[in-house]
Structures are given as C-alpha cells and as structure tokens.
C-alpha cells in the first residue's frame, strides 16, 4: 500500500553553481562520500549530483516532510550493482520516521537531461500477505 509519494526537479546549472561556490562545504552537507564517489566518476557528474539531490528531495516529500526536518545525508541513494537501477537507504531521522510511517520500501526513479534532473519516490508499506 502507497503511503506517500514525491516528485522533485533540479536544475543542473544551479547544481554546478553551488558546487563551484561552496565545494566541500556543499557535499560534506548534501551527499555521502559513496554518492560523491559514483558521481563524480561519471562523465557528467552534475547531471548525476542533480538527480540524487531530487531523489532526496522526492524522498523527504514522499515522507510528508521537507528540508531541513530531515537532513539530506540521512537519504542515500545508492545504485545496484546488478541492474544500474538507484534505491534508498535512509539513516538517522529519516529512517525513524519512515518506521513511524510503517513505510517498508521507497521506490525511485531518476531521470535527467541537459538542463534538468528529476526523481520521482513512492513510499510504501508492507502489505501482510
């Protein structure tokens, strides 16, 4: 059962901006060192830095809450190793309050092009089959 969803969009120049203005400071406050890692291996590492800041933003939404309730490091996105496909894990506050929710699982998907990034999160509770 959907016990939230969440949509977010970045745009990537305003990603870039604030990674050249505040460097460290901005990824030691928004991102994992993993997720800085995988991004910064890409080719395009801000379109990649752009969807996971709306992964984490869709993410807060699909929870009922928004920044800085729950600080964005306590959203990981991470990306499986088999299927290239990102999902969540959540620590500290966010995943307390996902057990609050009862929320099991939170689905994403990515999407970004030149100009912008885009998640989308659904929160979802264990069904009791």
Not at 41 to 56: G, N, Q
Not at 111 to 124: G, K, L, N, P, Y
Request: proline share 3%; aromatic share 10%; hydrophobic share 45%.
């Amino acid at each position: 059962m959907v016990c939230g969803i969440g949509v977010d969009i970045v745009e990537i120049l305003r990603m870039k901006k604030s990674v050249l203005r505040f460097g460290r400071r901005f990824f030691e406050r928004v991102f994992t060192d993993s997720e800085v890692k995988y991004c910064q291996s890409k080719k395009r590492s801000y379109e990649h830095l752009s969807a996971r800041f709306a992964a984490k933003e869709a993410v807060l939404k699909s929870l009922g809450v928004g920044w800085p309730m729950i600080p964005l490091k306590n959203i990981e996105v991470i990306t499986d190793p088999l299927t290239g496909a990102p999902e969540i894990r959540l620590y500290g506050k966010a995943k307390y309050l996902a057990a609050s929710l009862q929320a099991h699982t939170i689905y994403i998907s990515l999407s970004h092009s030149e100009h912008f990034a885009t998640a989308f999160a659904v929160a979802v509770k264990k069904t009791g089959y």
